[in-house]
């Protein structure tokens, strides 16, 4: 009965999630068909963004959740209706060139809670990422259908992208807590997402 209470996601919630998802999805796809994958059309991008985004995003910020339930804090997802406009006007205006996702945060309702704490809470979200990442690259190379692959390998790309901008040391980011916490984790952390965020022809040599 406690971990059901831990996972349980009020209707609202789920919306916000959801609605961020889909939105997200459509600014990324974007970005998808014009640089990754050189102009595909956008109809095959769609899924490989609901991939992409549905595990980078959607599980960060449950990973932040559940992470905060574990200490006893309550913790929920709310969406920034203005940021998710904004990720796809930037995404469209850009002709896919990049985007500015600022889709909103999980917001822990819990007053005096420890550096460490924040830190662990913090760190859970790109910690996720950058498992997700390599578990879906190493996914496409096990899949012998090229679109499933492709899908496989850039959702997994895509994540360790989220977990590299999530630890920037920058306002509200996810950086500045981890690095608060524990600048040895941060460094490591850092180190690793942006490794294989800015060397995607690791990837491609892998694929």
């Keep these: 009965m406690v971990f059901v209470r831990k996972i349980f996601m009020k209707s609202a919630e789920r919306n916000d999630l959801i609605i961020s998802w889909l939105t997200l999805s459509l600014a990324f796809s974007l970005i998808i068909s014009e640089n990754f994958l050189e102009l595909m059309s956008l109809a095959e991008a769609v899924p490989i963004a609901l991939i992409a985004v549905g595990t980078g995003f959607v599980f960060h910020e449950m990973a932040h959740r559940q992470a905060a339930r574990h200490y006893g804090f309550h913790a929920e997802y709310r969406a920034w209706r203005e940021g998710l406009i904004f ?8 002709g896919g060139k990049f985007t500015f996702a600022a889709p909103g945060a999980t917001y822990i309702f819990a007053q005096n809670i420890s550096a460490e704490k924040n830190g662990k809470i913090s760190v859970a979200g790109p910690a996720i990422n950058v498992l997700l990442g390599f578990a879906l690259l190493f996914a496409s190379l096990a899949i012998a259908n090229e679109f499933i692959k492709m899908a496989l390998f850039y959702a997994g790309y895509i994540n360790f992208w989220f977990a590299f901008f999530n630890l920037l040391p920058i306002g509200p ?5 981890v690095f608060m916490w524990n600048k040895g984790v941060w460094i490591a ?3 690793v997402s942006a490794l294989m965020a800015f060397m995607p022809q690791l990837f491609l040599q892998l694929a």
Excluded: E, H, N, W
């Design 87 to 94: 990720a796809v006007l930037f995404a469209f205006i850009s």
């Design 189 to 191: 952390m850092l180190a």
């Design 173 to 177: 980011l996810d950086g500045t807590k």
